[in-house]
């Protein structure tokens, strides 16, 4: 959804004063100073105007535009890369070698025991890519028509993630290529649907939902025993809504599922409606439902890393303070039936980063009055686990995904 109070930005084309609306996902502020690029303008010189904070408006091809992008992207890349083998020749072991220099299979192994710093150095290596690449901006019409050659049609994508622009007015707008390529990605996501091979069906996310593509946690909902009544089940924080539409597979006759997202409620909202599950209800809640029954079974699959999110969509991944995850352990008692559980699934990949540690976790189960009656485990198999060249390796290939079973202390 766009936000309420709209934001312009103004520049200069040919001395004449341009006006739009301004569009950014991530709530960046309009750019203050924009020049003019197209296909002339070289991928050395449009990195230097970006990296100087510079806004450049897209004349050109508008394939060119995404071309010029990548090349940026590759830059960045190269000045990273370059940082982190500087840091891992400063830091690795006293031990004379052979090399010269640290290889890029090296680095994981000189950098494990910095990995708390070194996860805070790759966000903000993150954030400061994502603001340089999105200084490359497009303008569309307030149809969000762009008027560049060989342009596609981009108004359903952007009229699904950004809403509808103010066409009596003929309210243009300018946003960054990345936010537009970003539509465009949620768009066929939308269309081809995420498969879910252990439940043989796909998931349809939209703009600015957390899209399941890591599932591993799934078939841990499946093997794991339901409650010996399960009658009511609530799904905290449902997103997509996948744990809801397992629960509903598995028989539960009542599933509450709840969201503080309205993306994420539309967005659940059609999946279970693809699927002809009468038995889920939605509502829209910061965690728990009101006026809703005890429930035998509570589940939530919250953000699994301890840091601030810098967009949107990264609310599904990260957690400032372990806010949602505390908040939900503490409420989650007062919500349960006599006899009933909380399915808690989490990665370990925080304590594995040093950001959380496992002690604390334990703690906090015990603050909100639960202890643990079993756990289930399992390994992602994803490609970021399996590299060698990631500089958080050491972290991701030791990271477990579990289903926590709580129940109240006895």
Same mark, same amino acid.
């Given at each position: 959804?766009?936000?309420?109070?709209?934001?312009?930005?103004?520049?200069?084309?040919?001395?004449?004063?341009?006006?739009?609306?301004?569009?950014?996902?991530?709530?960046?502020?309009?750019?203050?100073?924009?020049?003019?690029?197209?296909?002339?303008?070289?991928?050395?010189?449009?990195?230097?105007?970006?990296?100087?904070?510079?806004?450049?408006?897209?004349?050109?091809?508008?394939?060119?535009?995404?071309?010029?992008?990548?090349?940026?992207?590759?830059?960045?890349?190269?000045?990273?890369?370059?940082?982190?083998?500087?840091?891992?020749?400063?830091?690795?072991?006293?031990?004379?070698?052979?090399?010269?220099?640290?290889?890029?299979?090296?680095?994981?192994?000189?950098?494990?025991?910095?990995?708390?710093?070194?996860?805070?150095?790759?966000?903000? %290596?993150? @954030?400061?890519? /994502?603001?340089?690449?999105? +200084? &490359?901006? *497009?303008?569309?019409?307030?149809?969000?028509?762009?008027? =560049?050659?060989?342009?596609?049609?981009?108004?359903?994508?952007?009229?699904?993630?950004?809403?509808?622009?103010?066409?009596?007015?003929?309210?243009?707008?300018?946003?960054?290529?990345?936010?537009?390529?970003?539509?465009?990605?949620?768009?066929?996501?939308?269309?081809?649907?995420?498969?879910?091979?252990?439940?043989?069906?796909?998931?349809?996310?939209?703009?600015?939902?957390?899209?399941?593509?890591?599932?591993?946690?799934?078939?841990?909902?499946?093997?794991?025993?339901?409650?010996?009544?399960?009658?009511?089940?609530?799904?905290?924080?449902?997103?997509?809504?996948?744990?809801?539409?397992?629960?509903?597979?598995?028989?539960?006759?009542?599933?509450?599922?709840?969201?503080?997202?309205?993306? %994420?409620? @539309?967005?659940? /909202?059609?999946?279970?409606? +693809? &699927?002809? *599950?009468?038995?889920?209800?939605?509502?829209?809640?910061? =965690?728990?439902?009101?006026?809703?029954?005890?429930?035998?079974?509570?589940?939530?699959?919250?953000?699994?890393?301890?840091?601030?999110?810098?967009?949107?969509?990264?609310?599904?991944?990260?957690?400032?303070?372990?806010?949602?995850?505390?908040?939900?352990?503490?409420?989650?008692?007062?919500?349960?039936?006599?006899?009933?559980?909380?399915?808690?699934?989490?990665?370990?990949?925080?304590?594995?980063?040093?950001?959380?540690?496992?002690?604390?976790?334990?703690?906090?189960?015990?603050?909100?009055?639960?202890?643990?009656?079993?756990?289930?485990?399992?390994?992602?198999?994803?490609?970021?686990?399996?590299?060698?060249?990631?500089?958080?390796?050491?972290?991701?290939?030791?990271?477990?995904?579990?289903?926590?079973?709580?129940?109240?202390?006895?």
């Amino acid at each position: 959804m766009l936000p309420t109070e709209k934001q312009y930005v103004q520049w200069h084309e040919n001395e004449t004063l341009c006006n739009a609306r301004w569009l950014s996902e991530s709530n960046q502020v309009p750019p203050a100073r924009i020049v003019l690029v197209d296909d002339k303008t070289t991928a050395d010189e449009a990195y230097r105007l970006a990296c100087a904070g510079t806004s450049m408006l897209w004349h050109g091809d508008f394939h060119n535009a995404r071309q010029l992008l990548q090349a940026i992207n590759r830059r960045i890349e190269r000045s990273e890369q370059r940082k982190i083998s500087k840091a891992a020749n400063k830091n690795k072991s006293a031990e004379p070698t052979a090399e010269s220099s640290v290889t890029p299979k090296m680095i994981p192994e000189v950098l494990s025991k910095q990995l708390p710093n070194l996860f805070h150095q790759q966000r903000q %290596a993150q @954030a400061q890519r /994502s603001r340089v690449l999105g +200084r &490359l901006l *497009l303008k569309l019409d307030a149809r969000y028509v762009s008027q =560049l050659r060989r342009a596609p049609d981009v108004s359903a994508a952007c009229t699904a993630a950004f809403g509808q622009l103010d066409k009596a007015m003929d309210e243009s707008c300018l946003l960054s290529f990345r936010d537009l390529q970003g539509a465009l990605g949620a768009a066929g996501w939308r269309a081809k649907g995420v498969p879910i091979e252990n439940l043989g069906l796909s998931i349809f996310p939209h703009y600015g939902v957390f899209a399941p593509t890591r599932h591993e946690y799934v078939q841990l909902l499946l093997d794991a025993p339901l409650p010996d009544t399960c009658d009511v089940a609530l799904d905290i924080g449902t997103g997509t809504g996948l744990l809801a539409i397992i629960l509903a597979q598995r028989g539960v006759q009542q599933v509450i599922a709840t969201d503080l997202n309205p993306r %994420a409620l @539309a967005c659940a /909202s059609e999946n279970f409606a +693809r &699927l002809e *599950l009468s038995a889920v209800q939605l509502q829209q809640a910061d =965690l728990f439902p009101t006026d809703a029954p005890l429930a035998n079974l509570i589940v939530c699959n919250p953000p699994w890393l301890p840091a601030k999110p810098t967009s949107p969509l990264e609310h599904g991944v990260y957690d400032a303070n372990s806010a949602m995850l505390r908040g939900f352990l503490q409420g989650a008692k007062q919500h349960l039936a006599e006899q009933g559980e909380v399915w808690l699934i989490l990665s370990d990949l925080a304590e594995h980063l040093q950001l959380r540690t496992r002690d604390e976790l334990l703690g906090w189960f015990a603050d909100a009055d639960l202890e643990v009656k079993y756990r289930l485990d399992t390994q992602p198999k994803h490609g970021r686990s399996q590299d060698n060249t990631d500089p958080l390796f050491a972290a991701r290939s030791a990271e477990i995904t579990s289903l926590w079973c709580l129940v109240p202390q006895s």
